[in-house]
Nanobody
């Protein structure tokens, strides 16, 4: 099992930027992919993007493409979500996840989440 801890959330004005971090610990050697999800009040959790741990291949949801960037630091076992040009509709709890399979939809470890609030 992999333990994940997110940080970096907060309150920002529309058009601003935030960078979230996700520190992984425990059995990280089997991690294939790290992902970011978000859940806004009253809405289902949605996929934001992911990155493969070894090759750094990224995929993004259309809603964030061109504004958000996922990166990683293997030495620190940390994944980042750089969020630029933030919009009020980006307000949500953001979760980090880890997957041990090549299936891009499979994630078996989750963090507790960090709140991001974008004011208009």
């Amino acid at each position: 099992q992999v333990q994940l801890v997110e940080s970096g959330g907060g309150l920002v004005r529309a058009g601003g930027s935030l960078r979230l971090s996700c520190a992984a610990s425990g059995r990280t050697s089997g991690t294939y992919r790290m992902g970011w999800f978000r859940q806004a009040p009253g809405k289902e959790r949605e996929f934001v993007g992911s990155i493969t741990w070894s090759r750094g291949i990224t995929i993004y949801a259309d809603s964030v493409k061109g504004r958000f960037t996922i990166s990683k630091d293997n030495a620190k076992n940390t994944v980042y979500l750089q969020m630029n040009s933030l919009k009020p509709e980006d307000t949500a709890v953001y979760y980090c996840a880890a997957g041990t399979r090549s299936d891009p939809a499979y994630f078996d470890s989750w963090g507790q989440g960090t709140q991001v609030t974008v004011s208009s």
